[in-house]
C-alpha cells in the first residue's frame, strides 16, 4: 500500500510540473486534501478541460469556406489553408473541386475545373501563380490615372443638351472660308431645290 501512494505522489508532482498557464492556475486552486488519488486527479483534469478539445472537421464542412465579396485570392487561400489542417486524409481532387466551388469567378477556378490539382502543393503553386497577377492587376489599376469622372461629366452635358431643345449649342466649328463663300456654295448645291 505505500509503494502505491509513494507512487501517486510521485505521479502527483511529475503531473504538476507539466502544466502552464490556465491548467497551472486550475491545479494550484485544488483545496488541500480534495485528491485521494492519482487516478481521481487525471478525472478532475479531463473533466475541468473536456471543452478545450479540439475536434476533427468533417471534409464536408469545407463547402462552406467561400471566398467573401471583395475578398483577396490570398485571404481565401490562406483561410482555405488554416480549415483542412483539421481534417484528416482528403484527397487532392477533392480539395481541388472544393477550392474551386469556394471561389469566385476568376482564373484559379476555371483552372481547377479544368483540370485538378495532383496534389496540395500543385494546387498552392497554382494558387500563387493567380495570386501574383491579382496583386500585380491591383497595382497596375492604382497607377493608372483616373479619366472616368471626365467621361461622366462629358456624357452628362451632352445628354442634357439632348434632352433641351431649347438649350443652344454656343460653341461652333471654326469655318475655313468665309459666310459669303460658304453661302454661293449652298446656293449652287441641289439641296436648296
Wanted: aromatic share 8%; hydrophobic share 35%; charged share 25%.
Amino acid at each position: 500500500m505505500d509503494l502505491i501512494e509513494s507512487n501517486d505522489a510521485l505521479h502527483y508532482r511529475i503531473f504538476r510540473t507539466t502544466l502552464v498557464g490556465r491548467a497551472q492556475t486550475w491545479f494550484s486552486r485544488l483545496p488541500p486534501g480534495s485528491v485521494q488519488s492519482f487516478e481521481q486527479l487525471i478525472r478532475g483534469f479531463i473533466q475541468h478541460f473536456a471543452s478545450n478539445k479540439r475536434y476533427l472537421k468533417n471534409p464536408g464542412q469545407l463547402f462552406a469556406i467561400v471566398q467573401e465579396e471583395g475578398e483577396s485570392l490570398r485571404s481565401y487561400v490562406q483561410r482555405f489553408a488554416n480549415e483542412i489542417l483539421d481534417i484528416p486524409d482528403t484527397s487532392p481532387g477533392f480539395l481541388s473541386g472544393i477550392m474551386a466551388q469556394g471561389l469566385r469567378n476568376g482564373g484559379l477556378a476555371d483552372s481547377l475545373i479544368g483540370q485538378s490539382a495532383p496534389n496540395w502543393d500543385e494546387l498552392l503553386s497554382r494558387a500563387g501563380k493567380f495570386i501574383l497577377i491579382e496583386e500585380s492587376q491591383k497595382v497596375r489599376s492604382s497607377n493608372r490615372p483616373q479619366r472616368e469622372p471626365e467621361r461622366e461629366t462629358h456624357k452628362r452635358n451632352y445628354e442634357s443638351t439632348k434632352d433641351d431643345p431649347r438649350r443652344r449649342i454656343n460653341t461652333y466649328t471654326p469655318l475655313n472660308m468665309t459666310r459669303t463663300q460658304a453661302l454661293l456654295v449652298v446656293e449652287k448645291s441641289e439641296h436648296l431645290r
